[in-house]
């Protein structure tokens, strides 16, 4: 076996994996990224659409990786800020991500991971100091004080590769948590759902519809979405005893496909694209940081489908680890308590992060999915109640959206001058007036001229501080609190 020695090792390919290797490349950091999907090797996709709802905050997240990435996203993807909630055959009502909002990018667009993943991989390879392996499977890990060391496998054979640091984007039957004697502890709910791509030409509107109790597939509930390329994703839930095997197979999937079709009035072929079955589960690792080896993504926490919060949470890690690797390999080759303090912040919020995702999805699916009498009988009242009533439409759960997450917890936020700590995730670089200082992406941006609010901006968008009288000794001192002390 051969040792070779490099930064920062990326295990998985995925949207995690990749948004992590590019975003430490353009911060000047030395990345391998290795993934074992043979499909992947031969230069054909990945099986399945799987995720396909990507939020507008994840978008902003690409769009800062360059090459016209967001872009080339949304170019391809299927825009939606709109979505409906119907009960049997009647709208109880209807909503709208953006309204009253101006954004450049839509709430969500709708887009095959596959083709996610395509256009990651192509600005990765644009990149010099990213070395992908594909089709290199990793057997396991061990550790010390100064670097991770990765047993590997391929077809020309076994190696050996070590770095200063190993991120896990390998998904959520992780080989490098396994490996490690980690494991995710949580939630599985007792319910099953197929997933039906299905290629049609359709005028539903570019919206997403969910159904209670829809008369095509009583007593469960349906989800309706668009998908580039006439690809429909529909959602049925099938119950907990619905054999898996079974269900799966075209010939009892179509007929379902085809009482959809038929109460929706609509004549038109189809073609059974994709199939998948899933459970429910809701669970996360104890932590995400173990020493030399870091977890993101599904690698590190589990969320029910409804929502879209798995791959859009994974981005997120991704965009809060890579400026705090960058920093820490930046300024030193040795560990320093504040270097370890400084990536130990990437699990306290991104374990925040992972707890309210947690939340959000568990109640979606007990909504989605009642277990007793006495939670159906609440679920059809606040479902009439609805159709009427403004206030009940917030009790109303077909899956909370994904959206940016609060850094409440943060160890790096200085508070303001009331003593508060602030939310942050509503603000955007791109909406300030007046900037002052950019250094190590860090800004300092002050809104509203002379009179108005003065932010100190963290690389990832969050605001680590903000005064109305800033002093140079205090926006220093915020700085350097918010860099955990590294520079």
């Not at 829809?214 to 054999?243: C, E, K, M, T």
């Not at 609805?386 to 909370?400: D, K």
Request: hydrophobic letters at 40%; aromatic letters at 8%; a neutral charge.
């Amino acid at each position: 076996m051969q040792t070779h020695p490099v930064i920062v090792i990326v295990v998985g390919a995925g949207p995690t994996g990749l948004t992590l290797a590019i975003d430490l490349a353009q911060r000047g950091v030395q990345v391998v990224l290795i993934d074992g999907d043979a499909r992947r090797a031969k230069g054909l996709p990945s099986a399945g659409s799987k995720a396909i709802c990507f939020a507008k905050r994840t978008l902003e997240v690409w769009d800062k990786l360059g090459g016209g990435l967001g872009q080339r996203m949304v170019d391809k993807g299927v825009p939606w800020n709109v979505g409906r909630v119907f009960l049997q055959d009647d709208e109880v009502y209807s909503f709208n991500l953006q309204a009253g909002q101006s954004s450049e990018r839509p709430a969500f667009i709708n887009l095959q991971q596959y083709y996610a993943e395509e256009y990651l991989m192509d600005r990765a390879k644009e990149l010099s100091l990213i070395e992908i392996k594909l089709g290199h499977t990793v057997k396991s890990i061990k550790q010390d004080t100064l670097q991770a060391t990765l047993a590997v496998t391929c077809t020309s054979g076994d190696y050996e590769i070590s770095s200063r640091y190993v991120v896990a984007c390998d998904g959520s039957r992780s080989t490098i948590r396994q490996s490690m004697g980690l494991e995710s502890q949580g939630r599985i709910f007792q319910d099953r759902f197929l997933i039906a791509d299905v290629r049609m030409t359709a005028d539903f509107p570019t919206e997403r519809w969910f159904w209670f109790d829809p008369p095509f597939h009583p007593n469960q509930s349906v989800l309706l979405h668009r998908q580039p390329d006439n690809v429909w994703r529909i959602d049925f839930q099938l119950g907990w005893d619905a054999d898996p095997e079974e269900e799966k197979k075209p010939e009892n999937i179509k007929p379902r496909v085809q009482a959809f079709l038929d109460k929706a009035s609509m004549q038109t072929d189809f073609e059974l694209v994709w199939a998948s079955i899933y459970t429910f589960s809701c669970e996360r690792m104890e932590k995400f940081v173990h020493n030399r080896v870091i977890f993101a993504g599904d690698a590190a926490h589990r969320v029910s489908p409804f929502g879209a919060r798995g791959a859009n949470s994974g981005v997120q890690d991704a965009e809060n680890l890579a400026w705090k690797l960058a920093l820490i390999l930046k300024n030193g080759t040795a560990p320093s308590q504040a270097a370890h303090g400084l990536l130990a912040s990437y699990g306290i919020e991104r374990e925040y992060a992972a707890d309210d995702n947690i939340k959000q999805s568990t109640r979606s699916t007990d909504f989605i999915t009642p277990k007793s009498e006495i939670s159906h009988v609440f679920r059809r009242a606040v479902l009439d109640l609805a159709r009427a009533h403004p206030f009940a439409r917030a009790l109303v759960n077909s899956g909370r959206l994904s959206t940016a997450t609060h850094l409440r917890v943060s160890p790096l936020h200085t508070q303001d001058e009331a003593g508060d700590v602030f939310a942050d995730d509503a603000f955007r670089v791109g909406s300030v007036v007046a900037g002052a200082l950019e250094e190590d992406g860090f800004s300092v941006r002050q809104i509203g001229g002379n009179e108005g609010v003065t932010y100190l901006i963290r690389p990832d968008g969050h605001i680590a501080a903000r005064w109305r009288n800033p002093t140079t000794a205090l926006v220093q001192a915020a700085r350097n609190k918010a860099c955990g002390g590294v520079l």
